[in-house]
């Protein structure tokens, strides 16, 4: 038992500075307003069925600690884990909820306010076994959206931008969209998909994520409503095991306007997640989907585990997980 009134200022880094428990986990775990329970634990005695965490950095404050648990409605039952990855060192515990789907949602909301990292969870694929990860390409595994990269270079940039937004927040048919906007690049000269591929920004933390979770033999793959020409790119560049995207169609060294064979919309990237499991062996509760846009929640639901990345209302709202803050590599603290 502590004095909580001096602990609480402390984030988790410093407080376990003090008082080391690396050695002694699992450990139980209580916070409240009057006081602060760390004791010794039998592993035989940790709940290990339809298990629920929740997963913060060490810079949480205990303060911050204490106000989440109110806010979000669980409680703190045990430390089971400390995690250094990523150069970074995050803390699992065991909590008990009434309503993980409310608690989630409370979690996910307080992260996005108070600009930190949560995760409330259950069940969530393993690092340290063989995974899939299939992850959208624009503004997820790059930080631009190539067609409106594309329609600046061909002159209609603001028109297309806007209807890209429209999409990703849901509000237009993908497919519907997709056709309206590669219409405007109708004559463009095919060098202006090779001057937006020289120049495309890798998103913070892809390399090293997929660095780490091929350690662990993890496939990876691009679903994307986006094109080959981008995402083959990127496969090539980054040694993905997939990639699956629109095809442009190019005559005479131009753009028609035109997009060949069928439309990889919200279905087919969920169908490609499926493809892939199949292919490689994967079981399902070893695959991620990782998006930020409305057409990217069909394949999320079809994952075992779903993260919405610096995603859209719609998407934060239903995601089994979210990373607002930091790169993608922030999911290597997510998975078990």
């Given at each position: ?77 045990a430390l089971t884990t400390i ?40 069940q969530v694929p393993k690092l ?209």
């Amino acid at each position: 038992m502590s004095n909580i009134a001096n602990l609480l200022p402390l984030s988790l880094e410093q407080y376990f500075a003090q008082h080391p428990v690396n050695d002694k986990l699992p450990a139980t775990f209580s916070l409240s307003e009057q006081q602060l329970n760390i004791a010794s634990l039998d592993v035989e005695k940790l709940a290990h069925d339809k298990v629920v965490e929740l997963v913060v950095f060490s810079q949480l404050t205990l303060q911050q600690l204490l106000v989440l648990q109110g806010c979000a409605h669980f409680t703190i039952s045990a430390l089971t884990t400390i995690n250094y990855r990523n150069q970074q060192t995050s803390f699992r515990f065991q909590v008990h909820v009434n309503d993980f789907a409310q608690s989630r949602k409370a979690v996910a909301k307080y992260a996005l306010e108070n600009g930190i990292e949560a995760a409330l969870l259950t069940q969530v694929p393993k690092l340290t076994e063989p995974g899939l990860l299939v992850m959208d390409m624009d503004s997820t595994t790059i930080e631009i959206e190539c067609i409106d990269e594309i329609a600046k270079l061909a002159g209609v940039g603001i028109e297309v931008a806007e209807v890209t937004e429209r999409a990703m927040q849901g509000e237009l048919d993908f497919a519907q969209s997709l056709h309206q906007r590669v219409a405007t690049l109708a004559d463009s000269p095919e060098s202006i998909l090779s001057d937006v591929a020289k120049n495309i920004p890798l998103m913070a933390g892809l390399e090293n994520l997929i660095a780490e979770l091929k350690k662990h033999h993890w496939r990876i793959a691009i679903a994307s409503g986006g094109f080959t020409y981008f995402a083959d790119h990127l496969k090539d560049k980054l040694k993905l095991d997939a990639a699956f995207a629109n095809t442009l169609e190019i005559t005479d060294g131009k753009l028609t306007g035109k997009v060949l064979g069928d439309v990889v919309d919200a279905q087919v990237k969920a169908d490609s997640l499926a493809i892939l499991s199949k292919e490689y062996q994967i079981p399902k509760n070893q695959t991620v989907a990782m998006g930020d846009g409305a057409n990217d929640l069909v394949m999320m639901a079809a994952a075992s585990f779903g993260v919405a990345f610096h995603a859209k209302p719609i998407v934060l709202e239903q995601a089994d997980s979210t990373i607002n803050q930091q790169g993608l590599d922030c999911l290597l603290h997510w998975l078990a």
